[in-house]
């Protein structure tokens, strides 16, 4: 059965920018950006779902699946920004949350770049959480490929599940446990995989 691997080590070159891909410890290794309010409207090119791409600044940064975004932190700025050019002091989206490792575990206000006034606003409803699961957590997993995992399933059942990722507009889950442990997709010849680890 292949295993799919979180605990990858390879060095990635992004907007000039050397980092090394190993992913912190409990942090999402896909998150989406998510809102209903004016966030929408002003920067919705820059929602949806992030991939772990590696790690910047002492902290996780992520590439957007479906666009040319990067979420990442900026310690000498203080903030999460979410922009084209990972490391770069230029975006949409922000969070002046210094002190939070993972994005999906902030909870102070995000804030959208608004063009029309030329200032940053907050939007209450936006949201950054997991698309799936949080990455394993190094000091309890002895080997990083998930061990004994269980089917996924999708569709609607998975609605009312905590844990659970989705692809292409389709919700997966873990077929008997979907509120603890994690869950790992992806695509593969055009067809998603799918496996959850407890």
């Not at 907007?15 to 950006?33: P, Q």
């Not at 975006?91 to 608004?114: A, F, K, V």
Request: charged residues 20%.
């Amino acid at each position: 059965m292949f295993r799919k691997s979180l605990n990858m080590k390879l060095i990635l070159q992004v907007s000039g920018l050397l980092a090394l891909a190993s992913v912190i410890s409990g942090c999402c290794t896909e998150i989406k950006i998510d809102t209903t309010g004016f966030g929408e409207d002003k920067q919705g090119d820059r929602l949806g779902v992030y991939d772990f791409t590696g790690t910047l600044n002492g902290r996780n940064f992520y590439k957007q699946v479906n666009g040319n975004n990067y979420l990442f932190f900026l310690p000498d700025n203080g903030v999460w920004m979410v922009g084209p050019d990972a490391g770069v002091n230029y975006g949409g989206i922000l969070n002046r949350d210094t002190q939070t490792e993972c994005p999906e575990n902030i909870s102070r206000d995000w804030e959208y770049w608004d063009d029309t006034w030329g200032e940053w606003d907050e939007d209450w409803s936006m949201e950054v959480k997991c698309s799936g699961s949080p990455g394993p957590d190094n000091s309890s997993t002895k080997d990083p490929d998930p061990i004994d995992p269980e089917p996924c399933t999708f569709g609607n059942v998975c609605y009312s599940c905590n844990i659970w990722a989705e692809v292409d507009g389709v919700r997966y889950c873990c077929s008997n446990d979907c509120n603890s442990g994690g869950i790992e997709t992806w695509t593969e010849n055009g067809q998603v995989n799918c496996y959850c680890y407890h």
